[in-house]
């Protein structure tokens, strides 16, 4: 009997013991990492879950409140170079994030100086290094345990983006990729205007023509006839000054004025650009395997472009205005 009683007291003060533990298990700390045009972002955070609670935002967490989106220790921002958060510039740093839950309207997003934080502190907005609204919206999906996430990466930045139970907040991070995509209309003239663009050295040597040729399945050889024809065949392009971002666009005969997809020049050096691709105005592809390298006439204006290989130099395709030769 004494084994017994003995028994159910240990297991009583390990129940004690273990509760909290268990609680404290349920929010693991966890590190969300993307680099960024070399800038690496990062947040450090706890994972509470929703554990069946019928109510969190306006329930376990208050309507008015200044909350951390997180548990334990605040969560932290930590970006390696300057950036700016919601068009707000904010230098390179480490930063305790905090959110202002207001019922109907947006909530306030802070970046708070002091990483040292427990979720408890509730820091003033006043405090913050730069306060943001944000919009909170419903999820896609219930989320049971609270996630940071990146996500539309761009050469110059992505959203940061929180998901609880039936919340998430997406907030905009832009990111200074290191150059310059527009010119000045002065710049832009030496290159404008249409060419012809020659991609047969892309083509296969003959040898691998025909290696190629004898591997194709049966139906799919017309296909790559049509390709080695549209290489070995120049086809015009226009090169054009966007009006509103001074960017120079590249554009085929057969692609529509008003596609989602845009591909433009971003200048390197003097000359020099690589490819960039637009996704709906935004940059969302720097093309750094090959570059453009312009040779200019007696009157300064681009006669002819080279398209090398950036690593090997070897040439890619040519261009010349029409007439040139």
């Known amino acids: 009997m004494r084994l017994i009683r003995t028994s159910l007291i240990t297991a009583g003060l390990l129940g004690s013991i273990a509760a909290p533990l268990l609680a404290q298990a349920a929010s693991e700390r966890a590190t969300l990492r993307q680099t960024i045009s070399g800038t690496v972002v990062e947040i450090d955070y706890a994972r509470p879950s929703v554990r069946g609670r019928d109510l969190i935002f306006g329930g376990q967490v208050h309507w008015g409140e200044i909350w951390t989106p997180g548990a334990r220790d605040a969560t932290v921002l930590s970006v390696s170079e300057d950036f700016a958060i919601a068009g707000v510039d904010v230098a390179a740093g480490a930063y305790s994030v905090w959110l202002e839950l207001i019922e109907n309207g947006d909530w306030q997003l802070m970046l708070h100086p002091d990483t040292s934080l427990f979720h408890t502190d509730h820091p003033p907005l006043e405090e913050g290094t730069v306060v943001v609204p944000v919009q909170p919206r419903p999820t896609d999906g219930f989320v049971e345990t609270l996630a940071f996430d990146i996500q539309h990466i761009r050469a110059d930045g992505g959203h940061l983006i929180m998901r609880w139970a039936d919340t998430e907040v997406s907030v905009p991070l832009g990111i200074d990729p290191g150059y310059v995509l527009s010119v000045t209309p002065e710049v832009a003239a030496q290159f404008t205007g249409t060419w012809m663009h020659d991609r047969s050295a892309a083509a296969p040597s003959a040898e691998e023509i025909e290696e ?16 080695l024809e549209s290489l070995m065949t120049p086809v015009p392009l226009e090169i054009f000054q966007h009006p509103e971002s001074g960017q120079l666009w590249i554009r085929y005969p057969d692609e529509p004025a008003d596609a989602e997809y845009q591909m433009i020049l971003v200048p390197r050096a003097e000359g020099i650009f690589t490819l960039g691709f637009l996704w709906r105005g935004e940059l969302s592809e720097l093309w750094d395997a090959s570059f453009w390298e312009f040779e200019m006439d007696d009157s300064g204006i681009a006669a002819y472009f080279d398209e090398r290989n950036s690593e090997t130099d070897a040439l890619e395709s040519r261009g010349a205005r029409p007439g040139g030769d």
Not at 216 to 227: L, R, T, V, W
Request: charged share 25%; no cysteine.
């Open 212 to 227: 190629i040729r004898a591997e194709i399945p049966d139906g799919q050889s017309a296909g790559f006839e049509a390709y």
